[in-house]
C-alpha cells in the first residue's frame, strides 16, 4: 500500500496509514527530478510525500 501526501495532510497520511495496515509507515520524499504529476489523497496539491510500508 502506498499514499501520496502534500505538506500539509502528512500527519493525516501517515495516521490513517498506521490505521488501514498496521504497519510501521516509511516516509518518503518524493524529489523533484522525478517530476510526478501525483496529486494528494486528501486535497488537490501535488504530493510532496510518499508513504509506504518498505
Ligand atoms: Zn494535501
Known amino acids: 500500500m502506498e499514499k501520496y501526501s502534500c505538506e500539509t495532510h502528512i500527519n493525516q497520511a ?3 496509514f498506521v490505521a488501514e495496515t498496521k504497519e ?4 518518503n ?5 522525478k517530476e510526478l ?4 489523497s486528501y ?3 501535488q504530493a510532496t510525500y510518499l508513504v ?3
Open 52 to 54: 509506504s510500508s518498505k
Open 24 to 27: 510501521f509507515p516509511i516516509l
Open 29 to 33: 520524499k518524493i524529489t523533484e527530478d
Open 43 to 45: 486535497c488537490e496539491e
Open 14 to 16: 501517515l495516521d490513517m
Open 37 to 40: 504529476s501525483t496529486k494528494c
